[in-house]
């Protein structure tokens, strides 16, 4: 990258920091403008952004809808290429995702999305948070050296942005029932993505699967939702199972 596009883009984040009305404005921003950066050579690419503290994930923020999905479905297993990178500090890459033996359940559940490629870069904070920069490509091999390299320059780029945002925008801590809530709806957006992916069905078909599940089992969406991330049996699936 050039001396004048790092420059330039510098002066986005900080014109971004300054504009932005709240910490989610600010983040779906920054996801923003890093897959227009990551995909100007014309290829598409779902970018989000990852960042954790108090405990807990803060913010989630996606170029698209697509991308947030993506992620919210990666949580729901507390694995994945994104958490990797972002609770080990290290790149992660994927080069092939119908070749890669890695969190396989959680890959398998997303093989329909036409997502080939994953890289994950982490973003460096203070002690007080962890982040993560998630690039998602519809394409084998998308990520080559180079490739890499930019979005890891990329993502210090915006590092000491991001540490200036966490600072200003400092969330009250959240509570048990708000932790809880959100680990639910990500375990339920996983659980719809494995049902999908066995009964080869719609997202709202697959609810109406968990729905059906938790009324004749006189058990809530979410314990049926866990039952079927831990690997139980998959209701309206051809075998039963995963």
């Not at 983040?27 to 779902?46: C, K, N, P, V, Y």
């Not at 500090?89 to 959680?106: K, P």
């Not at 998602?136 to 080559?144: D, K, L, Q, R, V």
Request: charged share 20%.
């Amino acid at each position: 990258m050039a001396k004048e596009n790092i420059i330039s883009l510098s002066d986005r984040l900080q014109d971004l920091l300054l504009d932005s009305p709240g910490f989610p404005d600010f983040l779906l921003g920054l996801a923003t403008i890093s897959a227009a950066q990551l995909g100007a050579d014309g290829r598409t690419m779902e970018c989000t952004i990852t960042v954790e503290r108090n405990g807990g994930l803060a913010t989630v923020a996606a170029s698209s809808q697509e991308g947030y999905r993506l992620d919210e479905t990666q949580y729901g297993f507390d694995i994945g290429p994104c958490l990797t990178a972002l609770r080990q500090q290290r790149t992660v890459l994927i080069g092939d995702l119908a070749n890669d033996l890695r969190w396989s359940r959680y890959l398998d559940s997303i093989a329909e999305d036409n997502v080939r490629s994953v890289l994950a870069v982490p973003i460096h904070t203070d002690s007080s948070a962890r982040a993560a920069l998630n690039s998602y490509a519809y394409t084998t091999h998308a990520f080559n050296p180079a490739a890499i390299a930019f979005v890891e320059d990329h993502a210090a780029s915006m590092s000491r942005i991001l540490r200036l945002a966490l600072r200003l925008h400092a969330p009250e801590a959240p509570g048990d029932d708000f932790r809880s809530a959100l680990k639910s709806r990500a375990v339920v957006d996983a659980a719809v993505a494995l049902v999908m992916l066995q009964t080869r069905g719609g997202r709202n078909g697959a609810l109406t699967v968990l729905q059906a599940a938790a009324a004749s089992n006189n058990k809530r969406i979410r314990e049926i939702a866990a039952e079927i991330v831990d690997g139980g049996y998959i209701p309206g699936s051809p075998d039963g199972r995963q």
